[in-house]
Every structure is written in structure tokens, then in C-alpha cells.
């Protein structure tokens, strides 16, 4: 917009760089990645200054990122991002399609062990291949199914995972 | 015997763009030159293929910020204004191009098509261009659908199913309020999807909606036929995947129509290519020089040397795409339908603003191409509703996450460009929710109030925004956009539960923002109060 019309209604406001709340948010962005952002409120940072006695900024602060069956209900792994206590966000590498993923932020205790701050929500990546659950009153024949998928594969954009993955190879 | 059935989806959209501050704006010129250069050539071919009796069948979407534009009388005014420059400059083109053989028919060919605009736009529907598509819906051959009210990318806004309700919710009142029914289908903007949309779509109505290829392929269980018949998903809805042959055959860089050396070349435009002394007047009052829409060449080739263009052999071009074609998609559900037990369904869905303006010829191609169709025996235009009712057993799946972005999921909106915008989307969201649960009633001032701060929530919501940021031209345009629209809902929020509205503010605001004049801030309701359907969905975000 130019800036006249800004100045007409808005006046001299920004965005605020802060909203005051502790929140830890969890976005997929494609089958491999996510992202997340998160604030941590300063009653909170003093909370955990005061706990460790240690300044926010000397603080191990850490992602963990659990992963899910597509169902959400077993926890199947996790593992931990370390990030600079100045960031605000982060691109995950969660590196496997169609499953959950939760993430918790938090910081390493001194004597080891991990200690949670915020949860995020539970995000679903989504998948890059043909889905390997076959309803049988919807199955067709194999050499029709590959008569279908190999030509939608000759134009799909995908066609690459889809050959890799998809297409049953005898 | 039908042997497939071919389905165009059109999708019409802009971001909402109206600048009454300035003299001139060049984001309002995208929609002049759209309804100019795309919706009334696309009017034209659709009311002449009536005329004619030809049965053709296509779906076609507007956009709720469209709508809105093209029922804005200031924005109505502009274009008017815009179209009689236009038409001036068409005489003083004739003029000047005056016992050019090359030239002139163009020239002349360009005045005829802007007088016939003014004619349309002014004397046949004074002004409300959403009145010709009203009588195309009721010709019964048009089938229009709506879309989230400002093509808010759902998927990034899921984290609260009541922004991802408010968007559709709000779409589909304003398009009740204008065209008068319930639209059948929704474009999901961006063709973004994500698992749980259905919930709510089904839940407001809709029977239907259209996904990427891989959001109907990648469905699980696995879908017996691929893209070439709908699925039903869990909410109750169909979900139709884009069919990737037909999008390829127009789009692709290397064998996509658009690209025939023959047709018109969309970047020599008198715009640039003029004296300023002559074309300066007609160009942004800063001198900044621009399209025009008078363009005088044909691609000619890969290099800069460019030929005039032919109006003849472009058409003939597009006769022969058309047949082209036609030939493809008979290959195609001949191919298909071996394998399957009904008539495969193409899905063919394009964004209205390629033809005519990016692809000049492509409302010729559309009307050559629906006359072959209908002498031909082995296919049928159809709409997504009306294939529908032929009662085709559906596969029960869930479609998977997708768009039809560049990579195909949510990245194109989500990037080191843009990643910052979500978290004052999402707080607003959150800010608005409480707002509208702790406001059950309101009157007067306060009820205006809610309903801007909803007005500017959705206008922040737009996809319009990222997409732009992410492409690089106009940034600051949609930055500062976005920014405004937070920081009014921002203003209007802490104002609300401070009772300290300013009232002339207000009504500044309500006249600047002020699309979807009955927009009703309840919509923002809390949902855990209101839709049992969502209750476990919602129990895993929280």
C-alpha cells in the first residue's frame, strides 16, 4: 500500500514484536518439514531464569520433536534440535510422511535430563506416495492399476516419488 | 454412448484491492484489466455458445473479494473512468495507426473490443458485471461455486477450526446474497487441503470440493481409480482431483498452447514501447511505464525480434489447439475407461485470469474447443454438480494434504519470506474467537465494531500476501497490506474490551475495509460450544 494511506488509519503503529503469551506452534510445511514458532513470555523466562539460576540467554534451550503413527497414538520416536535462546522459530527436518509430530521446547537441566517449557499442538505431514491401505471391494486388478498410474505418473509433477514409491515394480 | 466426460473448473480471484486515498492505483488495475482482458471475453463466449445452442457445461469460480469488487460502486466508478481512457486511447491508437495495413486492422480490432466492454460493462448490466454471470447460472450451462471469503490458504489457518469456519461460512453468505441459491461446490484456495476441512465444509453445506492431482491420488485407502472419479470423503463431500494431462497441455513452459509462436506476446505492450508524449497520460501518473493491453505482436520466437501479430493465424492456432485437444481427451477416457467401470471424469481446473490476458487467445480456444465437444459423441462438458447427480458409486477415502502450489504442499505460503506473518494471523484468530464468544450480543456501535475487526481478520488472511512476498514483485505492496489489516484488528480489538471505541475511526475504517457489508462477527464463535463433530479434533490441538 502506499504509505499515505497508512498514515491515514494507522497512524505511527507496528506490529508488536511480542504478544505477552507463552505459545509454541507447530506448522507442516511438506511431507519432510515443519515449522515451528514460539514465544516465551518474560514471566515465564524469569520463572526459569530464577530456577537455574542462570541468565535466559546461558540457558541449553532445546526441541524435542516426537513422532507419531498416523494414528496419534503410539509414540514412536523423538529427537532433540538445539536452538540459540534468541531464535523465534524454526524449520524441523521431520523427514517422514504421514505421521503425527508434537514438539516441546525446553532446556537441558545441569545434571542432565530434560526439562519442558511449552507443548506445541500435533501436526500430521502429509504423504508424497500412493496410500498402502487397499479397501478390497475397491481394488483393481495389478496390471490395471499399473496401466492407471503409470500414465497419470507420465504428467503428474510427482511423477518421481510416485514411480519410486507408488507403483508396484514387477 | 458417452465414453468420458471433460469438466472445466474456472477460478476466478483477486485479493481485495481498493485504494479511494489515491488518485490512481496500480494494484486496482489488475482487476480492470481483468474484467476487460478475461471475464467479459470469457461473458462473451459463454453468452454466445447459448446463443448458438451449443451444449457446453462449465463450473466456474468467484472468489468473494472478486465479488465484492465487482459490486463496489467506487470501484465501479474507477473502472468506468478507466474503460473511457481506454476507449479514448483506442480512437488516438486508430489515429495514429491510420493506412498501416499491418497495424490498423489491429488497432481497429482493439476499439471494437474496448467499445464493446463499455457496452457490456455500462449499457447491458449497468455496471454489475455479477449480473451476466447470474444469467449464465440460470441459462443452466454455468455452474458457479464460491470460495473461502478472502482465499484465506486454510491449511496454514487450521490451527483454529473457527478461522478456517469464518472463511467459508462467510463465502458462502456472500454468494447467497448475491446470486440468490446455495453454491453446491467451494474452491478451496490454492487448492489447499488438509484433513479435517471436510468436517466443516459438510457441516455448512457444500457437496463438494477440488484438490491437486496428488490430494485425490494420495488419498487413503488408496482410490481404485485415480483422479478420474470423485471420492467421498468422511465429512460426506466429494473431493475431485485435478486431472495432470489437461494442466499440463496448457501450462507447461516447453509444450503448453500459450506458448505458440503464433499467438500474441504479452510483454511488447505500447505501454513500454511508445513515446511518453504520446502514451504518458494513459500511464501511472508517476510516469512509471506499464501494460497498456494494446499489443501489436506475435511471439514470433524465442528471441527479442518480434513479428506483428496476425489475428488469423492465432485463430487458427487456437482452432487447432482446440481440436488438439479434443483428440487428447479422447485418447484419454478411451485409455481410462478400459479400466474402469463407469465414464472417467477429467478434471480440467484453470484460473480465469490465463485466458485473455496471459494467454490473449485463450476465450477462443475455450469457444472452439466447447463446439467441437458438442458435435463430438465420445465426450461430454460437465459440471462437478451435475456429475454428481449421476449417482456413481464414491469410494470412501481421506484425501491427503496438498495445494496446488509450486512443490505441492504448503510451501509456496510458508517460506523464510513469509513464515512471519502466522504468528499475528494466528493470534489475531485466537483474539477474535474470544472477542466473538464473549460478545454473544451486541448492539450499535460495539456490533459495528466486532464486525470490522472481523472485516480486517479476514482481509489479513488473504493468500494473496505470502504468495506475493514469495514471488518478490510487489512485496512491499502485500507486507504492508497484511501489516495494516493486523494492526486495525489489533487497534479495534483493545479498543472493544477497553469501551473506548473510536467511533470516527470506525467509520473511516467500515469505509475503506468494506467489503461484505452483512458480515456477521458470530461466525467466530467458539466451536467447542457449537459443533460436536469437531470436539475431537480440537481436543488434540489444545
Known sequence: MHPSSREYLDGEENLPLYYGKDCLVLL???PYWLFAYWEISIPTRQRFEAEFHKPWDSLQLLLRVYRYDAQGTGKESHFDIQIDPSADNWYIKAGVPNKKYQTELGCYLPEGGFRHILSSNLVTTPRDSLSDIIDENWRLPDWQARRLYRRI??????SLEMIKWGIPQQ | MVKGYLAFVFHSHLPYVRHPEHKQSLEEKWFFEAITECYVPLIKVFQELERDHVDYSVTFSLSPTLLAMMEDPFLQERYAAYLSRMQELACKEEERTAGDPVF????????????????IFNEKYGRRIVEAFKELQRGGNVELITSAATHGFLPLLGIQKEAIYAQIAAGIEYYQKIFGNTPRGIWLPECGYESGLEDIMSELGLHYFVTATHGVLYASPRPKYGVYSPILTPGGLAAFGRDPETSQQVWSSKEGYP?????REFYRDIGYDLDLDYIGEYLHPTGLRGNTGFKYYRITGPSNHKEPYNREWA?????????NFMFNREKQVEYYGEIMDRPPLVVAPYDSELFGHWWFEGPQWIDYLCRLINKNQNIKLITLGKYLEL???????????????????NEVWLNGKNDWIYRHLHKAGEKMIALATNFPKSEDILRDALNQAARELLLAQSSDWPFIMTTGTMDSYAKSRITSHLIRFLKLERQIWENRIDVSWLRQLE???NLFPHLDYHLFQNLEQTVAVEKDKLAEIT
Do not use: F, V
Request: charged share 25%; aromatic share 14%; proline share 7%.
Open chain 1, 28 to 30: 507442516p510445511r511438506d
Open chain 1, 153 to 158: 505418473s507420465r504428467s503428474n509433477l510427482s
Open chain 2, 104 to 119: 490498423s486492422p489491429l488497432a481497429h480490432m482493439y476499439r471494437e473490443r474496448i467499445d464493446y466492454t463499455a457496452y
Open chain 2, 259 to 263: 506458448g505458440d509462436y503464433n499467438y
Open chain 2, 315 to 323: 485463430l487458427e492456432k487456437a482452432r487447432e489447439h482446440a481440436g
Open chain 2, 391 to 409: 449417482q456413481y458409486p464414491l469410494q470412501l477415502c481421506t484425501p491427503n494434504a496438498s495445494s496446488w502450489g509450486d512443490k505441492g504442499y
Open chain 2, 511 to 513: 469505509a475503506t475495509d
